[in-house]
């Protein structure tokens, strides 16, 4: 009886479970969500990546220009979108591939970052563009796309510059400086990220 019981209560949870998983937003709801991250010349004809009825990372639009964007993950809380050059494709979707694999954050960079050094995964030469776009929780209705106080950061990769090559800080020492992250590898990168609004920090 007890055994019964047991497999009974595995399925309810089962069910209840798959009764519970986050729906996918609309192809269009995806795209207009993605590509705010975008600058407003570059949305339209930026490609963008998402996610389809079964939950599948598929491609949601070919793109016309040197964007791409990434779609809101609907399993994660909050909206969180974001838009690279397109060089950078070969290191984002690296990027996506060791994580589907289980790997941590540490070892996909010490991963990456050998591969670099091997010329097995190619950087761009030139400084690359990556803009994030970002809403907590209640300010964001994935059903619709609806969006409120969101917040828009930049980042420009440049590949083993350092704070000597650059003349940046290692840290921001004010709102909204530019200064440079992971200087001296293959990741490194410009950090800007604009001050916070008090209608946002709520």
């Excluded at 009764?19 to 969500?33: E, F, G, L, N």
């Excluded at 619709?144 to 020492?173: C, F, H, M, N, Q």
Aim: glycine share 6%.
């Amino acid at each position: 009886m007890k055994t019964t019981f047991f497999v009974l209560t595995l399925s309810t949870l089962t069910v209840c479970a798959l009764a519970q998983t986050t729906p996918v937003p609309s192809a269009d709801v995806q795209i207009r969500t993605a590509v705010l991250a975008a600058p407003a010349d570059k949305q339209a004809g930026a490609m963008v990546y998402g996610y389809s009825e079964k939950n599948d990372f598929v491609v949601l639009r070919k793109g016309t220009n040197e964007l791409v964007c990434l779609a809101d993950d609907p399993a994660q809380k909050g909206l969180s979108v974001s838009c690279y050059h397109r060089d950078l494709e070969p290191f984002m979707k690296r990027g996506r591939e060791l994580k589907q694999q289980g790997k941590t954050t540490k070892e996909i960079s010490d991963m990456r970052e050998q591969e670099v050094k091997s010329k097995k995964l190619v950087m761009p030469v030139h400084p690359s563009s990556l803009f994030s776009y970002s809403a907590k929780d209640e300010n964001y209705t994935a059903a619709t796309g609806e969006v409120k106080d969101g917040y828009l950061r930049y980042v420009v990769y440049i590949p083993y510059a350092t704070a000597e090559s650059t003349g940046l800080p290692l840290k921001p020492e004010a709102p909204g400086m530019p200064w440079i992250m992971d200087p001296g590898t293959h990741r490194a990168h410009i950090m800007i990220n604009p001050p916070v609004s008090t209608t946002t920090a709520k």
